[in-house]
C-alpha cells in the first residue's frame, strides 16, 4: 500500500474543507472495509484519506415520530443490535446483521456500504424499500436524495467530487407495517450476495395500502420492482397475491451469469426471495 496523508476533520465544514483542497487526490473513509482493501490491492491511490470518524453528526442515530436518523459513519453492528432498529426498521437490522462477520461489522459502516454501490450491497435494498432519503452535504449546502435515485451506475452514485453522504433518513414506516430482508450467498457469512431482496408492507382495512419490493444483485444498481409493487397495493394480501408479485419481481431483474450463478438462477431466486419476504412482511405487518 502506498503511503498517504490521513486527514481526521471534527466537523462537516472542516471535512468539505479538506474534501475541496485536495479535490481527486481525496478518499473519504468512515469503517474502511471496502476502502482499505481497495488501496492495498492498488485499485485506488489516494494521496489523503479523510476519516469522517472524529465527526459527530456522522456517528448520530436517532428515533423519534417522524423517521430514524442514521449517520453515514454508523457501524452495521450498531444497527444490527439497536432495539428501535430491529423493532421498526426490522430489515435495515437484518441486512446489518448480514455484512461480513461480527468483526467486519464492528467496523464496516452504512455509508461505506452504500458509497462503495456495489450492486450486491446488502444495506441498499431495505432503504429503498423504507423509502429512505440521503442527505448530501457539499459547497453549495444540503441536498436530499431518495435512494431510489442515488445508484446510476456499478461503484457509482449521484455524489459530486466534493461532496459527502453526510446521514440517512428513513420516515416511519407508520402502523401496521413489515418488513423483511433475505439474501442467498453461497457461504453463511464472509460472502457477498447472489441475490437479495427486501420487501415493506403497510396494511389497512383488510388491503395493502403499500407495497415496496427491493432487488439487489440482478442489475448494476439497486432496484425496485414497481410492477410488482402495484399489484399488491389497494388489494388483500393473498397468497395469489404473493405469487403474482414475485412473478412480477423476476421481470425487472436484468441478472448477469457469472462465476456464482447463472442469470436464470438469479431469476429464480429473485421468485423465492420475494415470495418469502412478502409473507414474512405479511405476517410482521399483523396480518
Known sequence: MRRFELALPRSVDEALRVLSDRGSDAKLLAGGTDLLPQMKNGLLKPACVIDLSGVASARALQADARGLRIG????????????????????????GALVGSVQVRNLATLGGNLCNAAPSADMAPPLLALDAEAVIVGPKGER???????????????????????????PAP??????????????????????????????????????RI????????????????????????????????????????????????????????????????????????GA
Open 72 to 95: 453515514a459513519a454508523v457501524a452495521a453492528r450498531t444497527l444490527e443490535r439497536d432495539a428501535t432498529a430491529r423493532a421498526t426498521y426490522t430489515s435495515l437490522a437484518e441486512s
Open 144 to 170: 436530499r436524495v431518495p435512494f431510489a435515485d442515488f445508484f446510476v451506475g456499478v461503484h457509482r452514485t449521484v455524489l459530486a467530487p466534493d461532496e459527502i453522504l453526510l446521514e440517512i433518513v428513513v
Open 174 to 211: 407508520g402502523p401496521r407495517s413489515g418488513g423483511n430482508y433475505l439474501r442467498h450467498t453461497p457461504r453463511r457469512e464472509l460472502d457477498i450476495a447472489v441475490v437479495g431482496v427486501a420487501s415493506q408492507l403497510t396494511l389497512s382495512n383488510g388491503v395493502c395500502s403499500k407495497a
Open 214 to 285: 427491493a432487488l439487489a444483485a440482478v442489475a448494476p444498481v439497486p432496484l425496485r420492482a414497481r410492477a410488482a409493487e402495484q399489484a399488491l397495493e389497494g388489494k388483500p394480501v393473498t397468497a395469489e397475491a404473493i405469487e403474482r408479485a414475485a412473478e412480477l419481481a423476476v421481470g425487472v431483474a436484468k441478472p448477469i451469469s457469472d462465476q456464482r450463478g447463472s442469470a436464470d438462477y438469479r431469476r429464480h431466486l429473485v421468485r423465492v426471495l420475494t415470495r418469502r419476504t412478502l409473507r414474512t412482511a405479511l405476517a410482521r405487518a
